[in-house]
Nanobody, 124 residues
Framework: QLQPVESGGGSVQPGGSLRLSCTGS????????IGWFRQAPGKEREGISC????????YYADSVKGRFTISRDNTKNTVYLQMNSLKPDDTAVYYC?????????????????WGQGTQVTVSS
């Protein structure tokens, strides 16, 4: 059973950067489509980026386009989310999720495996 595990969250000032990592426990993430989602208090879970399992396709929500970059390193069983120019509105719990698909998957309900989340706080 695949269990995604997030790491790399923390506190940062506006304009700063963080890199989140999503690794696979129990099974490799390789060939799984991976999505990054976030949820702020009182708000719905938002899909912010995803990457295909084997075709390299990516997607970014308008709210993060140009600031966040998703990538994967199958030799390290890891998918990254590089977050630059962070804003207070980026404060949320960030989750990675996986589904067995060769192409990117945008819909939250299509993901089968979910991590526990990592907190990102952007504040001065």
């Amino acid at each position: 059973q695949l269990q995604p595990v997030e790491s790399g969250g923390g506190s940062v000032q506006p304009g700063g950067s963080l890199r989140l990592s999503c690794t696979g426990s129990g099974n490799a993430l390789n060939w799984y489509a991976i999505g990054w989602f976030r949820q702020a208090p009182g708000k719905e879970r938002e899909g912010i980026s995803c990457i295909g399992g084997s075709d390299g396709s990516t997607y970014y929500a308008d709210s993060v386009k140009g600031r966040f970059t998703i990538s994967r390193d199958n030799t390290k069983n890891t998918v990254y989310l590089q977050m630059n120019s962070l804003k207070p509105d980026d404060t949320a719990v960030y989750y990675c999720a996986a589904v067995n698909a060769w192409r990117r998957v945008r819909q939250v309900n299509d993901y089968r495996y979910w991590g526990q989340g990592t907190q990102v706080t952007v504040s001065s």
